[in-house]
T-cell receptor
Framework: SQQGEEDPQALSIQEGENATMNCSYKTSINNLQWYRQNSGRGLVHLILIRSNEREKHSGRLRVTLDTSKKSSSLLITASRAADTASYFC???????????FGKGTTLSVSS | DGGITQSPKYLFRKEGQNVTLSCEQNLNHDAMYWYRQDPGQGLRLIYYSQIVNDFQKGDIAEGYSVSREKKESFPLTVTSAQKNPTAFYLCATTSRAGARGTEAFFGQGTRLTVV
């Protein structure tokens, strides 16, 4: 069962531009996480936002959460070629025993 | 050097053969997970274990089996019953049982190909 659904599926931008990707989910959540995956590698945790938070920052990353719309967005400011990767949102399964991931957004940043 | 080690990095399986993917962690984490990743499908949960000697099926457990005899190890066997096993397999851990509010750490993956 796929809880989160990222949008867009793919995004191509130039270095220095901002990249925004969105995640929609179906059921109520306690928190939402974003991960990054470089091609052919494992995922790396970026940021976690709790259901009682509306916005969170970490370096060039800004995450927002709108529980009324069941959606979250990840903004990467001043993108670099090294940001080229796939980005996934993840939420708990209903039992709270495992993370369920969306299909991801593939970001390509060209110099 | 703490982390999660998956081996092998590449694995080739013949039709009708069982193969076992290794996942070892030295993070002292309680919970371990196996995910399968296909192009355009994201990650799908195969099995997970919250404590030693206990594990639960995920969304796509058919054709797979696991064991959790030691805290550090959570091997995944892809059996001949799995008809389409070609995929990228990822092992992950969380520090405590239950994923709620905890960061997951991932291994570097095993790419399995049927030949």
């Amino acid at each position: 069962s796929q809880q989160g659904e990222e949008d867009p599926q793919a995004l191509s931008i130039q270095e220095g531009e901002n990249a925004t990707m969105n995640c929609s989910y179906k059921t109520s959540i306690n928190n939402l996480q974003w991960y990054r995956q470089n091609s052919g590698r494992g995922l790396v945790h970026l940021i976690l936002i709790r259901s009682n938070e509306r916005e969170k920052h970490s370096g060039r990353l800004r995450v927002t959460l709108d529980t009324s719309k069941k959606s979250s967005s990840l903004l990467i400011t001043a993108s670099r070629a090294a940001d080229t990767a796939s980005y996934f949102c993840a939420t708990d399964n209903q039992a709270g025993t495992a993370l369920i991931f969306g299909k991801g957004t593939t970001l390509s940043v060209s110099s | 050097d703490g982390g999660i080690t998956q081996s092998p990095k590449y694995l080739f399986r013949k039709e009708g053969q069982n193969v076992t993917l290794s996942c070892e962690q030295n993070l002292n984490h309680d919970a371990m997970y196996w995910y399968r990743q296909d192009p355009g499908q994201g990650l799908r949960l195969i099995y997970y274990s919250q404590i030693v000697n206990d594990f639960q099926k995920g969304d796509i457990a058919e054709g797979y089996s696991v064991s959790r005899e030691k805290k550090e190890s959570f091997p995944l066997t892809v059996t001949s019953a799995q008809k389409n096993p070609t995929a990228f397999y990822l092992c992950a851990t969380t520090s405590r049982a239950g994923a709620r509010g905890t960061e997951a750490f991932f291994g570097q993956g095993t790419r399995l190909t049927v030949v």
